[in-house]
Nanobody, 126 residues
Framework: QLQLVESGGGLVQPGGSLRLSCAAS????????IGWFRQAPGKEREGVSC????????NYTDSVKGRFTISRDNAKNTVYLQMYSLKPEDTAVYYC???????????????????WGQGTQVTVSS
């Protein structure tokens, strides 16, 4: 069974940090670009970041540039999203998704992705 599982979410104070993980089972991530998305209550799903199969190319939405870093360890079949300087507006359910063809210029469009995880809650609050 092909599956993506996110972990690492939680409650953190503004200015704090979290590292999300996206682990794959049933398939290898080597051939997939991985995107991170988030959805806050009452808002549309938003593309946060994407990393190419090799990790050489990354993309970020403007609101997280300089604060979030995406990385991958193909040996561990896992992709990470390191989040620093968290703000209340970062509060959302975060999802990872796998896309066979690579990030591309429309990496932020959810329907391009083939597999999705179940999500992990990130809450930034004092």
């Amino acid at each position: 069974q092909l599956q993506l599982v996110e972990s690492g979410g939680g409650l953190v104070q503004p200015g704090g940090s979290l590292r999300l993980s996206c682990a794959a089972s049933g398939f290898t991530l080597d051939y997939y670009a991985i995107g991170w998305f988030r959805q806050a209550p009452g808002k549309e799903r938003e593309g946060v970041s994407c990393i190419s199969t090799s990790g050489a190319s990354t993309n970020y939405t403007d609101s997280v540039k300089g604060r979030f870093t995406i990385s991958r360890d193909n040996a561990k079949n896992t992709v990470y999203l390191q989040m620093y300087s968290l703000k209340p507006e970062d509060t959302a359910v975060y999802y990872c998704a796998a896309e066979f063809m690579g990030c591309g210029s429309s990496w932020y469009e959810g329907p391009r992705y083939d597999y999705w995880g179940q999500g992990t809650q990130v809450t930034v609050s004092s």
